[in-house]
């Protein structure tokens, strides 16, 4: 099979699975890593980037369609992510990322069973005013968004969790903003990247193509059956970054 139809098809499925819930890294950036061994992994981690960028935007786009989001709380949640994402991409060359790695499969963990026994994202009940839900979306966003360009696995799945579980909204309502906020994180990674030249320009645009297809399928299903689908559609993500950050961690 041709290496342009396996990573067509990774990159579609990748973004169907990040419209739906995040994640959809965890398909893409395993398939360019099995096609291209001999390659130095940032120059393809930029390439990763590149491809799931564009998907992402089109589906945060479907989903602000059908739930317009308080964009008084995007902006400085956008703002925020952007500008962490950069010092945390700065920072990477500069600090040990071993404890986080080692940290993050336990930290998903609790993450998974707290999800899985509760009613979490299934009521829009947003918690505060204007100014107080930008003041902690941002602050979460900058804490999301420096981890994003420090490490990264599951970056979309916790932007999520920060309008679900700290904003109190629900997973249709909270899926454009975090999304808007995962653009952000990964167009200051790519900016590193790319001045580094880190990126395969051709491949990543022939990926984002079928990345951005799978993004707007999986928002369009995602929208038609609601907030339940998506509800264990996360459970589902995030048991997959539970075992793979431990293999990560632990077994490699």
């Known amino acids: 099979m041709s290496p342009w139809i396996e990573l067509g098809a990774a990159a579609f499925c990748a973004g169907f699975v990040d419209a739906v819930m995040g994640g959809g890294g965890m398909v893409q950036l395993p398939a360019l890593l099995a096609l291209y061994p001999t390659l130095p992994p940032a120059l393809l981690l930029g390439t990763n980037k590149l491809a799931s960028s564009v998907g992402t935007t089109g ?8 739930s317009a989001p308080r964009w008084t709380t995007v902006a400085p949640v956008v703002i925020a992510a952007f500008l962490a994402s950069l010092l945390g991409a700065y920072a990477v060359s500069r600090v ?24 979490l994202g299934l009521v829009h009940e947003p918690r505060y005013g204007r100014h107080k839900e930008a003041a902690v979306g941002s602050g979460g966003a900058a804490v999301v968004g420096f981890y994003d360009g420090f490490f990264g696995p599951g970056a979309g ?7 679900v579980r700290a904003l109190g909204f629900d997973f249709l309502n909270a899926a454009t903003p975090a999304k808007l906020a995962n653009v952000a994180s990964n167009l200051a990674a790519i900016a590193i990247f790319a001045a580094n030249g880190l990126i395969l320009w051709k ?38 970054l539970v075992a793979r950050t431990f293999r990560d961690a632990y077994l490699l």
């Open 59 to 66: 589906a945060a786009l479907q989903y602000a369609r059908v």
């Open 96 to 119: 040990p990322a071993d404890p986080l790695r080692k940290a993050l499969p336990f930290l998903l963990l609790a993450l998974l069973l707290y999800t899985a026994v509760s009613d």
């Open 157 to 163: 799945t916790f932007y999520k969790l920060i309008f």
């Open 203 to 240: 491949v990543g645009a022939g990926m984002a193509a079928a990345n951005f297809l799978g993004g707007q399928l999986g928002s369009r299903i995602a929208l038609r059956y609601g907030n339940r689908l998506i509800r264990w559609a996360f459970v589902a993500v995030v048991g997959a």
